[in-house]
């Protein structure tokens, strides 16, 4: 079962790939540009609409709102020169971060009718937002000027900017915030290791732990129902993905014989998740993970024709449209993917 189960999971190892019946297609749009030759989806939600960077022709890159009526739509920036979108909602409220006038870098929070708002930053450092759930909620983290630490915060509309702590080292970053306002990412421990946490209103930051044989960890994402998805390393530099449920503990996603390091980046509300698997040969492949298929190459699940090569998988949406980037004729551009019914396939 073993060595059938790595030939699934990692279609690349073979000519002809074997994947199961239930394995899901999908079809692909590329999202173009604002002008330059490159371009980087982050994040999509249950609408379809997508966030990410492109390259404007011009040598800076700007956070783009991509949907299928407008096509790529330039969100600006704070004053400054760049601009970055990692996350979007459901009502289609934008967070990421943006350079400013004084070149200073801030998280913003962008809205149709109210554009890019500058939410400021702990202690008047950097700072850079992630994520932000229905509610309107963002997490990220802020970094002291000089060589202060960095935090992970919350921000709320009502509340501003809170500093959410550390495992007891001096670092921390919030990557990912479901709708209850549970919050996850990583932070230094008291031994200086890098470790996944799950920060709970009530309760605090949590140590989420690693894979066993690892030394470090990091969450990216947790959905509605308390799933975790991140990726837990070695002293090697090499680790794989994880899904953490209370109860359950950090579940190993698997690994394959020609990738090294494989990454989780983002989980959907059924608990799917995608992520990236750097190759020995030095390359990425995009993969997605279910209960029942296990993890796919997204490579082989497109049509053949395409002319792609998924490189990063970035965010998997409650639809199944899964956003990131990869290489089309010799550039790289931000994707959407989009299941094909079953009369399609």
Do not use: C
Request: proline letters at 2%.
């Amino acid at each position: 079962m073993r060595r059938r189960s790595r030939f699934v999971m990692w279609g690349w190892l073979l000519l002809t790939p074997v994947l199961p019946a239930s394995a899901q297609l999908y079809t692909i749009a590329d999202l173009g540009t604002l002008g330059g030759k490159t371009s980087f989806a982050f994040s999509a939600n249950a609408l379809g609409q997508v966030v990410g960077s492109s390259d404007k022709g011009d040598g800076n890159a700007h956070a783009f709102l991509w949907t299928r009526k407008t096509g790529m739509q330039d969100l600006g920036t704070l004053g400054g020169t760049s601009s970055k979108a990692f996350g979007i909602n459901a009502s289609g409220q934008i967070v990421g971060w943006s350079s400013t006038t004084d070149n200073s870098t801030h998280a913003f929070l962008w809205s149709q009718g109210s554009g890019m708002r500058d939410l400021g930053a702990l202690n008047g450092g950097s700072s850079y937002a992630t994520g932000i759930n229905d509610l309107g909620q963002v997490v990220g983290y802020s970094v002291d000027p000089g060589s202060g630490p960095t935090r992970a915060f919350l921000w709320t509309s009502s509340g501003g900017m809170q500093d959410l702590g550390t495992l007891g080292g001096p670092v921390s970053r919030a990557l990912g915030i479901n709708v209850f306002g549970q919050v996850v990412g990583w932070s230094t421990t008291k031994d200086q290791a890098g470790h996944a946490f799950l920060w709970k209103d009530a309760g605090g930051m949590r140590d989420l732990g690693a894979l066993d044989g690892s030394l470090e960890s990091q969450a990216v994402g947790i959905n509605a129902g308390g799933q975790v998805a991140g990726w837990s390393s070695k002293a090697t530099h090499t680790g794989n993905a994880f899904v953490w449920l209370e109860g359950s503990g950090m579940r190993d996603l698997g690994s394959s014989e020609t990738a090294f390091d494989i990454r989780a980046a983002g989980i959907n509300a059924f608990g799917q998740i995608v992520g990236t698997a750097f190759g020995l040969d030095h390359g990425m492949s995009a993969f997605v993970w279910t209960k029942s298929t296990g993890t796919l190459a997204l490579n082989d699940l497109i049509p053949a024709n395409s002319g792609w090569t998924l490189s990063v998988a970035s965010t998997i949406n409650n639809m199944g449209q899964i956003a990131g980037y990869g290489m089309i004729e010799d550039q790289t551009h931000a994707f959407l993917l989009t299941p094909m019914t079953s009369s399609s396939k």
